[in-house]
């Protein structure tokens, strides 16, 4: 049950009006401001406490050997794990001699708050020292979503009755001491000692710089800080650097009234290539740029990029303004896990913290970038652009496998396979059908034939690849794709899995199609019309297992027959039952981790809609509700989309509630770690596509909205083919209106629709068929509020 909120529920800010430090960690993921580039977590301003420390560059990272009990051929010999880089948003305070610590003394007054709008983390605080000085500390934090390279702290401190002498020590340090990770949870990061080698140290005047090397990856880290100090007259500053620190600091006496104030601009860079001195010049070129604009400048030039933003993507929701606030918060952190990437992977907690080693997993293509393309669609290309990046590697990884084409890692930072575990890493191929999905959503949508040209068809021919070599025909010409894992996690190298052949089907006739379009791009790959009738002919002969006796189809082939997991003799505590049951057991059973045929009702809807009735996608859905236990975050929201469409909305209700609170909630005990991006996505997913019933619709679109009831109205713009379309949705009637754009026909439930931007067009929502409600396994019902 979601017994207890953290932050007060407003629209457009998260907001905690107390300290309390046994959630600490907690709040230092949902404070967390990020570029996609650049990553600061919600650490206090003065360091310590701390539950977690972490400064992020996206793709920074050290190699560490991956354990094995027994060596076997082809698995991963390196891992990769992302790291705690130069910390530059340290703001240490001394007041009277006593150290500004929240552990000591008496705290009066502490809020923190994160502004979606302005996209800002704010902290305003009034505290007693152990001896008596009062004072009041206000800090601003901005991670710029304009200049890449650039994060700031504007930084207050005010005596409030008394004469005080006050010390600020502004820092860079490097190799921060950091928490063991929990034990026995696959979630967590690996903690690596010290990753930083010194290479150069600066302070001169107001001006810091520290540039490091990682001992393996040899990857070159530069981090340099320049201020504005304001004060009275007096305050003086001074500066030093050792081996991993470089401090600023400034000294001042302040009556009651007067203020000291002090503007930090950070630089970050990174590289794998260049020199010391040229990542040096790097940093302070970025410091100068983000100084010509200034502390104003840059608030201004957030809020600038975020109106925009806002403006193509906000969703509105009216009667419930918890999921109102949720469904913000996710734009906000997807925005920020995305916006600035810039050909580097999204990871599953993007860069709010350490969980999962930082890596990236299909996640990103198959619940980030589907909101992303119709928002924000240049993240999209910039993302698929990065996958390209790493063909060689997928290239090299299917050679050792004995395939052809590319295989996509499960889990990676830098593109090579980072996962020990074969049966839940390489054996699960449909990464890569989903990297191909992506690459056809983003191009229905955009239009963008220029990418689909440079990028997506060599993408969707590798994959392509891979899938004709993974699978076989039979004797009858029936083509299988066998010993291969699906989205569900308790259930592996299982034959024909459903979402994976369905999947694998689409990416095929994608591929012919992209090399139909494009043959001189076809050429040079060495695509010919034997290769491309071969596609066609897997993909149209590709089975899907079904069970006539039950009338639903098979997760995978053989799953209807094995015994059904003991749900009444699992407790409460147990769950998840992947740390507490071997998987031995969870592989022989009939239960779910995540959604998976269900999954593929979704995206795959199309093909079940040209062979399937509602009926069969209703029954489907009452037989694997009962076996799904949703231990992963990804599954909330996709039981949401596949409810609603069955008409069981107060269901798909509580499941949107459930992901749209996975963190601020934290409903999984692991917000610590880093925000849950694919689920905070999923909230998108939920709405959007469960209650507005989007789907694509090649380069079009189809709606069929229905609310529940505690939902007064829905509303959502998206982006398609340059055009900007909004959907108004209430209990009885549905909006339609081209803001801009040429005319457009999407289809509201069924039936053609053309907008042509003279007006909004309305039409009726006809009633949800009325069907038993599904029940959940013993102890996993939706998380009540």
Known sequence: MITHRSYTVEPWAVRETDLNLDVLAQSESVFALSNGHVGWRGNL??????????????????????????????????????????????????????????????????????????????????????AGSRIRVRSTRLVSLTQRAIAAVAYE????????????????????????????????????????????????????????????????????????????????????????????????????????????????????????????????????????????????EQRGYLDDFWARADVEVDGDEEIQQA???????????????????????????????????????????????????????????????????????????????????????????????WPAGTAAFHVNAAVADAVVRYTEATGDTGFERDTGVELLVETARLWRSLGHHDHHGVFHIDGV???????????????????????????????????????????????????????????????DELGVHEQHAGFTRYQQWDFAGTRADQYPLMLHFPYFDLYRKQVIKQADLVLAMYLCSGWFEEFHDEEQIARNFAYYEPLTVRDSSLSACVQAVVAARAGHLSLAYAYTAEAALMDLADLENNTRDGLHIASLAGTWTALVAGFGGLRRDGDSLR??????????????????????????????????????GTPLTIRHHGTPLTLNGDGPVVRPVPPSDHRPAPRQPRHRDPHAR
């Not at 552990?103 to 009066?108: D, N, S």
């Open 45 to 130: 301003d003065e360091g310590e406490p701390h539950g977690l420390p972490g400064s992020y560059l996206n793709g920074v990272h050290e190699l560490h050997p991956l354990p094995y009990a027994e060596a076997g051929y082809g698995y991963p010999e390196s891992g990769q794990t992302v790291i705690d880089v130069t910390n530059g948003k340290i703001v240490r305070l001394l007041v009277d001699d006593e150290p500004f610590d929240l552990r000591y003394g008496r705290l009066v007054a502490h809020e923190r708050a994160l502004d979606l709008r302005r996209g800002v983390l704010e902290r305003s605080c009034e505290w007693v020292s152990p």
């Open 157 to 300: 401190v005010e005596p409030v009755d008394s004469r005080t002498r006050v010390v600020i020590q502004s820092e860079l340090v490097s190799n921060e001491s950091l928490p063991a990770p929990k034990n026995g949870d696959p979630r967590a990061s690996k903690a690596l000692k010290s990753p930083l080698e010194h290479e150069e140290g600066f302070a001169d005047g107001t001006r810091l710089r520290l540039v490091h090397r990682t001992r393996h990856s040899g990857l070159r880290v530069a981090v340099a800080a320049d201020h504005v100090v304001d004060g009275p007259e007096r305050t003086t500053t001074s500066s030093e650097e050792t081996v991993d620190l470089a401090r600023l600091t400034v000294t001042s006496v302040l009556e009651p009234g007067q203020r000291l104030r002090m503007e930090k601009l950070v630089a970050h860079g990174w590289s794998g290539a260049r020199s010391r001195p040229a990542m040096s010049d790097q940093v302070d070129a970025a410091l100068a740029a983000a100084a010509h604009s200034g502390w104003d400048g840059l608030l201004d």
């Open 327 to 421: 469904v913000r918060f996710a734009l906000f952190h997807v925005l920020q896990a995305g916006a600035r990437a810039e050909q580097r992977a999204i990871p599953a907690k993007g860069l709010t913290g350490s969980g999962y080693d930082g890596h990236a997993f299909w996640d990103t293509e198959t619940f980030v970038l589907p909101l992303l393309t119709y928002t924000e669609p240049g993240a999209v290309s910039e993302a698929l652009r990065w996958r390209q990046k790493t063909l060689p590697a997928a290239r090299e990884r299917a050679e050792q496998l004995g395939l052809h084409g590319a295989a996509f890692p499960w889990r990676t930072i830098e593109g090579s396979e980072g996962s020990a575990y």
């Open 485 to 547: 894992t699906g989205p569900d996690e308790y259930s592996a190298v299982a034959d024909d899995n459903t979402y994976t052949n369905l999947m694998a089907r689409a990416n095929l006739l994608a591929a012919a199609e992209a090399c139909g379009r494009h043959p001189e791009q076809a050429a040079a790959l060495g695509v010919d019309d034997e290769e491309n009738a071969a596609w066609r002919d897997a993909a149209e002969a590709v089975h899907i297992p079904y069970n």
């Open 703 to 740: 709606f069929a909205p229905r609310l529940p009831e505690r939902f007064s109205r829905l509303a959502f713009n998206l982006r398609l083919l340059d055009r900007c379309l909004r959907v108004e949705i209430g209990p009885d009637k549905a909006t339609y209106t081209l803001l801009s």
